[in-house]
């Protein structure tokens, strides 16, 4: 275990840096999924622990980058749809990473500058690092898990900042699979979407595992990569495009329905914008997303 002393690790932003008080514990021995994917996007805050984190991904499924790069250009094109045609100006992000480019409130506020994003998370260091960085009263991050969704929607910092009696964007890209059976998590999302007004939407994408009776080698792959998590992780699991569909009971499904995060309105190489980015075909079948209404 290790503890930092100093706020160095935190990303420097001008006036707007701020320091974690007490910093956060910080173990070094075992890998971090915010991290894995902070190395991933090619970002500065991870540790050789997470780097053959990713190395063991990359051998049970070369080019597993492609995925979580899927997922993200997925998250872009969805809160950005949200945002700029369905008026959506308000967003819940559960199981936020750590701050890069092209995060969602970065995507928005450029063309929404009153979009408001409160993100959730239970990671002790993300949570650190976007209190240090979000400062403009828009963006706001606190602590919450979608195992205990009760707690977060009665909590001040939501109440206080969002506005439940109008439509929220829920965003739910790469986190449900990180949620065991046990949890129950098609149960916390109903308590979620009972809690939201109409014209709500949820945005979510999850690791898939194909039939292996239709694809065999992407099942194959799915099953290594689902080993590899668990085993390092504890999280990290690959369901059925069945189990993944039924975490939308209760929401009605928008065209065009629960595909490849790759197929999800796609956008054109060039102009390189956020949510551009093409997954190449090997791994596509690896990840579903769909938008739903309430």
């Known amino acids: 275990m290790s503890r930092f002393t100093s706020p160095a690790f935190l990303r420097q932003a001008g006036d707007n840096h701020a320091r974690a008080t007490p910093p956060p514990s910080v173990d070094l021995t075992r890998p ?4 894995l994917h902070s190395f991933h996007l090619k ?32 998250l872009q094109r969805a809160v950005r749809h949200m945002a700029e045609d ?9 199981g936020v990473g750590l701050p890069a480019p092209g995060d969602p ?10 979009a408001r994003f409160l993100y959730v998370s239970d990671d002790p260091v993300v949570l650190a690092h976007h209190r240090a960085l979000l400062r403009d009263g828009r963006t706001c991050v606190t602590f ?7 707690a977060l929607l009665r909590s001040a910092d939501l109440l206080g900042f969002l506005d439940l009696s109008r439509p929220v ?7 449900v699979a990180h949620i065991p059976a046990t949890a129950s998590p098609g149960a916390a999302i109903g308590t979620l979407r009972d809690a939201l007004a109409p014209g709500s939407r949820m945005a979510l994408s999850h690791h898939c595992r194909p039939d292996p ?7 194959l792959r799915a099953e290594h990569l689902e080993q590899v998590f668990v085993e390092l992780l504890g999280t990290g699991w690959w369901r059925s495009r069945s189990e993944i569909e039924s975490f939308f009971a209760g929401w009605r499904l928008e065209a065009p329905g ?15 914008i956020p949510g551009s980015y093409q997954m190449p075909r090997r791994n596509r079948r690896l990840a579903l997303g769909g938008l739903g209404s309430v």
């Open 32 to 35: 971090n999924l915010a991290r």
């Open 43 to 74: 970002g500065k805050d991870h540790f050789e622990v997470d780097r053959e984190l990713a190395g063991r991904t990359d051998r049970a499924a070369p080019g597993f980058q492609e995925v979580v790069l899927g997922e993200r250009a997925f």
């Open 86 to 94: 369905l008026g959506i100006r308000q967003f819940l992000q559960f």
């Open 105 to 114: 409130h970065d995507v928005v506020q450029d063309t929404v500058p009153e």
């Open 144 to 150: 919450g898990s979608l195992t205990d969704p009760g």
């Open 169 to 175: 964007g829920l965003l739910l890209c790469g986190t």
């Open 213 to 219: 009776g239709v694809y065999p080698k992407d099942a």
């Open 258 to 272: 629960l595909i490849e995060v790759q197929r999800w309105r796609t956008l054109p190489v060039a102009p390189h």
